[in-house]
Nanobody, 114 residues
């Protein structure tokens, strides 16, 4: 059994910052890629950022230059540093980890007020 537990969401004003964390626990042999998706009300889930085990990253165009993904392999944890937040970043953020089967976190709400 594998669990991904997210933390760090909340309410912030436009221009502010938040840092999301996602820790994997349980029967873990090896985690390959990790990343974050988000889903705003009435919209499809969209990819935000990904990171490979060796640290290669990829970002959605909408967050490039504002968000930074990182990971700590020893702690089986992935992070998302979000700066210069905009109201359009408001969404539920979900982390995932490929082991190789994809496991998902429960989601954490991020709300950016204007």
């Amino acid at each position: 059994q594998v669990q991904l537990v997210e933390s760090g969401g909340g309410l912030v004003q436009a221009g502010g910052s938040l840092r999301l964390s996602c820790a994997a626990s349980g029967s873990i042999f090896r985690i390959n890629a990790m990343g974050w998706y988000r889903q705003a009300p009435g919209k499809q889930r969209e990819l935000v950022a990904t990171i490979t085990r060796t640290g290669s990253t990829n970002y959605a165009d909408s967050v490039k230059g504002r968000f930074t993904i990182s990971r700590d392999n020893a702690k089986n944890t992935v992070y998302l540093q979000m700066n210069s937040l905009k109201p359009e970043d408001t969404a539920v953020y979900y982390c995932y980890a490929d082991m190789p089967m994809r496991h998902w976190g429960q989601g954490t709400q991020v709300t950016v007020s204007s």
